[in-house]
């Protein structure tokens, strides 16, 4: 503050012109009214070597009677350190544990590293305080820094929960670069904590909140992004059942989220019955979002069709990121609303969202594969093949090679997509060969690929493995109560293939019915695409008015979202 500033250089008898150095530009005002700040790092760094070390003492001492942060007095006596001092690293410690998870980096990771500089070689707190630092350089997205630092903490950690510290550390810094790593280390890093996989474990009750934090991102990488859905679904299960008899309250929490993620692939209805109790749990600080029930009852939503409900769970995630004030966060919702936006219609909103997360992720490419396909499947509804394919086999190719089998298959889908768009016979090959990544996959919703598959197959005169393919998509429809996308979707791909067959009749019947539930789904796009096929049958079977009023419908809805392809398609039509 300007007061601080002036009772600083009275107390340390020296001049200052703040008016001055404003009019200067060297200052300017900053966030809150009564403070001040250089304008630019490289001033301040200017200024600051150009005082003696003499002077430089003298202002710190002078600084630390006068600021208003006790941290910040603290971080000025720490300056004064002239050999490791066990009492001014604790001290230090101790104001560094003051700061909340929104505190700026530039604040915490000076203050983590003098901390550490100052604790003595040989001290039992050093290992800690380099933990803190590493959290405090993972917090600042300086991954690489963290990783330096790890490999600090994996050389003197001992065996058990020290070296699982440093392993999940390793864990978080290095951007899940390769699956097969990432796996490895955690498994060893649950094994040091006492977890025996089809054993009985042995983890002490002050280990149990970090294991619940590794088995999370254990059982998702292991489950969703390499593939492993059923034995994935296994350790969840013997986790929850191990967990709900030695954890309380977020712990707790944290293993219920572990297991539904898994059942929302395998047992929806179980899933959703598991995360309604904690529907209105608001995250803790600094929680991943993955942990949050209210997320994952969005994205259920979402999948089942229904939007709106959908939006305001994952809109109330969007604040509860903005509050968090970590970007990471932020990013992750972010990019499960574009998924939403897309399914709205709401494209424009969506490029918007999925390029500011792709632009933050681009240093993690596990994660910018993921944005990547949304980028690609928005190009691909739009008809843009060329941009959509060469985006899809991009951001696949990264995902394979890092062993991602989720986004490998997102991925796909999205080049699929915008093969059968755009009419290209080579769809059908594409899409009818997805099943291969998550044969036990019972939300269809989730990986939406089926319904255009099935087209595909149609139009290839591939009938019989469309039928194969749409028995998956009928057990969702008919097995998991109120999936409306589900039974939509179930609706067109059976009514287009009774109309391959010749039955057009019993195509119009199924047909009508799919965009009934289009409409009370609130999906545009879906919507129109049920409406251009119903249009279609019912040409077929001189309904002409009907047809006209269902194709002008279609070809409306299409040319609002931007879809020139399905738009002249259905003006063809």
């Known amino acids: 503050t300007v007061a601080a500033v002036k009772r600083v250089a009275e107390a340390a008898d020296v001049a200052v012109d703040l008016d001055g150095a404003r009019d200067a530009g060297v200052l300017v005002s900053a966030g809150r009214t009564g403070e001040v700040e250089f304008s630019h790092p490289l001033l301040a760094e200017a200024v600051l070597s150009s005082l003696s070390p003499s002077m430089r003492r003298h202002l710190h001492v002078a600084a630390a009677e006068f600021v208003e942060s006790p941290a910040q007095r603290v971080m000025h006596l720490a300056e004064l350190a002239e050999e490791p001092d066990e009492s001014l690293a604790h001290s230090l410690e101790t104001a560094l544990l003051e700061f909340g998870p929104t505190a700026a980096p530039e604040t915490t990771v000076p203050l983590a590293e003098r901390t550490l500089a100052v604790t003595p070689a040989g001290e039992p707190g050093r290992f800690r305080r380099r933990l803190l630092l590493v959290d405090m350089l993972l917090a600042a997205g300086d991954d690489l820094r963290a990783r330096t630092e790890v490999d600090q903490l994996l050389a003197q950690a001992r065996p058990g929960r020290q070296r699982a510290d440093a392993l999940w ?262 899409l009818g060969s997805l099943d291969q990544y998550f044969p036990d996959n019972v939300e269809v919703g989730v990986f939406p690929y089926r319904p255009d598959a099935i087209e595909a197959l149609v139009r290839a005169g591939r009938l019989d493995d469309a039928e194969r393919m749409l028995s998956a998509l009928a057990v969702t429809a008919e097995t998991i109560p109120g999936h409306l996308w589900a039974r939509a979707t179930e609706r067109r791909c059976r009514g287009l293939l009774a109309s391959a067959r010749g039955q057009h009749e019993q195509a119009v019947e199924l047909l009508a019915e799919s965009v009934t539930q289009c409409r009370t789904m609130g999906a545009p796009y879906e919507l129109a695409r049920s409406l251009l096929a119903l249009g279609g049958a019912q040409r077929r079977t001189r309904h002409r008015t009907a047809s006209a009023r269902a194709l002008t419908e279609a070809r409306d809805i299409f040319t609002s979202l931007g879809a020139r392809t399905w738009a002249t398609r259905t003006e063809a039509e």
Not at 267 to 287: K, Q
Not at 314 to 342: K, N, P, Y
Not at 366 to 372: C, D, E, I, L, W
């Open 169 to 430: 550390r390793g864990y978080e810094a290095s951007g899940h670069v390769d699956m097969t790593t990432a796996l490895a280390g955690l498994e060893r890093a649950l094994s040091e904590l006492g977890w025996i996989a089809g054993g009985t474990p042995r983890i002490v009750p002050d280990d149990m909140p970090l294991a619940a934090e590794i088995m999370s991102a254990y059982i998702a990488l292991l489950g969703l992004n390499s593939g492993q859905l059923g034995r994935g679904q296994q350790v969840a299960r013997d986790w929850w059942a191990y967990a709900a008899g030695h954890l309380t309250n977020a712990e707790l929490l944290t293993a219920a989220v572990s297991r539904a993620q898994i059942e929302m692939l395998t047992d929806p209805v179980a899933a959703r019955t598991l995360l309604e109790p904690w529907r209105d749990t608001d995250p803790a600080p600094g929680n991943y979002p993955y942990s949050w029930p209210r997320l994952w009852l969005g994205l259920q939503d979402m999948w089942h069709g229904h939007l709106d409900r959908a939006d305001s769970l994952l809109t109330s995630c969007v604040a509860a990121a903005g509050r968090s004030g970590d970007e990471q966060a932020e990013d992750i919702v972010a990019f499960h609303v574009a998924e939403l936006r897309w399914r709205q219609g709401r494209w424009d909103e969506a490029d918007e969202l999925v390029q500011s997360t792709l632009d933050s992720a681009l240093e993690a490419p596990g994660v910018a594969a993921a944005s990547g396909y949304l980028k690609a499947l928005l190009a691909a509804s739009r008809g843009d093949t060329p941009r959509a394919v060469a985006e899809a086999r991009h951001w696949g190719d990264i995902a394979k090679s890092l062993g991602d089998t989720l986004w490998a298959l997102q991925n796909a889908w999205a080049e699929g997509h915008a093969l059968l768009v755009s009419e290209d016979p080579r769809a059908a090959e594409v």
